[in-house]
Nanobody, 124 residues
Framework: QVQLVESGGGLVQAGGSLRLSCADS????????MGWFRQAPGKEREYVAG????????YYANSVKGRFTISRDSDKNTVYLQMNSLKPEDTAVYYC?????????????????WGQGTQVTVSS
């Protein structure tokens, strides 16, 4: 059973960096593509980044491309989101999700397992 737990959020000044982690306590993580999403207060959830099951392919929202990097460590059953040059508009709750059938793209319809989220707050 996929059980996802995000960590690494916190308070950071604009221009700073954070690295989010998403750990799967189960044994199916390695076979799933993964995605990161975020949701700010009063806004809809949006896709941030995704990575294929092998880690070979990555995808990014235009708003974070060049600043964020998604990666995974299959040996640790963990996916990461390195966030650099953070902006106040990056403030949101960040969620990781397992894409059971897709490749971790924004268009996948099979993000069926979600973590509880971790808060990222970027101040001016």
């Amino acid at each position: 059973q996929v059980q996802l737990v995000e960590s690494g959020g916190g308070l950071v000044q604009a221009g700073g960096s954070l690295r989010l982690s998403c750990a799967d306590s189960g044994r199916t993580f390695v076979s799933n593509a993964m995605g990161w999403f975020r949701q700010a207060p009063g806004k809809e959830r949006e896709y941030v980044a995704g990575i294929s099951w092998s880690g070979q392919y990555t995808y990014y929202a235009n708003s974070v491309k060049g600043r964020f990097t998604i990666s995974r460590d299959s040996d640790k059953n963990t996916v990461y989101l390195q966030m650099n040059s953070l902006k106040p508009e990056d403030t949101a709750v960040y969620y990781c999700a397992a894409d059971q059938l897709g490749d971790g793209t924004r268009w996948s319809r099979t993000y069926n397992y979600w973590g509880q989220g971790t808060q990222v707050t970027v101040s001016s």
